[in-house]
């Protein structure tokens, strides 16, 4: 009867440590996936100048997407500049602007509400207006003739959310947690007109 414990134990054993390993794999896979990622992002020529072009993968933490349902506004903050470096002295900054979203949740209609500027667009999910959020299309950022033929320009883009647009109390509280601090890297590209 022993060696039959034993021997079940040990099964037992491995089958848990496996199980284990595979739970904590899943859970670090989900910590991970929280964020915001560049996918890909563009200078695009046109004959109205150069738009920006660019895709994110935007995932909320759990902190974030309750603050929402409970009717606490999102401020999203679209960053973007163009740089000319230059060997014999600083760069010189060509450009740089911020596009700012909101993002809401209107409990009586149960819609989210995107907004940039005086524009708003509602969505039946969360997922929706992430969705819409995360793919920036012809968005005019340079007038025609600004970058100079032959010239290499760095661009730079990210997203993230803007804590200082949050009510004082969050904004306190995004002081002293980590899930309030959400927001992409520079994603940097070499663009030659």
Same mark, same amino acid.
């Given at each position: 009867?022993?060696? &039959? ?22 859970? &670090? ?11 890909? !992002?563009? /200078?695009?020529?046109? =004959?109205?100048?150069? &738009?920006? =072009? !660019?895709?994110?993968?935007? $995932? ?21 500049? $163009? ?8 760069? =010189?900054? %060509? ?23 005086? /524009?708003?667009?509602? &969505?039946?999910? /969360?997922?929706?207006? /992430? ?31 803007? %804590? ?26 070499? $663009?030659?007109?």
């Amino acid at each position: 009867m022993t060696a &039959f414990f034993t021997r079940c134990c040990k099964k037992f054993s491995r089958l848990g440590a496996l199980i284990a390993c595979a739970l904590s794999f899943f859970i &670090f896979a989900a910590a991970q996936a929280e964020g915001i990622d560049v996918r890909n !992002a563009a /200078l695009v020529a046109g =004959e109205e100048g150069y &738009f920006l =072009e !660019a895709d994110f993968e935007i $995932v909320l933490n759990s902190t974030l997407e309750e603050a929402l349902n409970k009717g606490v506004p999102l401020y999203f903050l679209l960053e973007f500049e $163009v740089i000319r470096p230059r060997w014999y002295w600083l760069n =010189e900054k %060509v450009l740089s602007t911020q596009q700012q979203y909101r993002l809401a949740y209107n409990a009586l209609t149960r819609q989210y509400r995107l907004g940039v500027g005086s /524009l708003y667009q509602n &969505f039946g999910s /969360l997922s929706e207006a /992430l969705d819409f959020l995360s793919r920036v299309r012809r968005r005019q950022v340079l007038e025609p003739g600004t970058l100079s033929k032959g010239s290499t320009y760095t661009a730079a883009v990210r997203m993230r959310l803007d %804590v200082s647009q949050l009510p004082k109390p969050f904004q306190l509280n995004a002081l002293a947690s980590r899930d309030w601090n959400f927001g992409s890297e520079w994603h940097r590209w070499s $663009v030659t007109p």
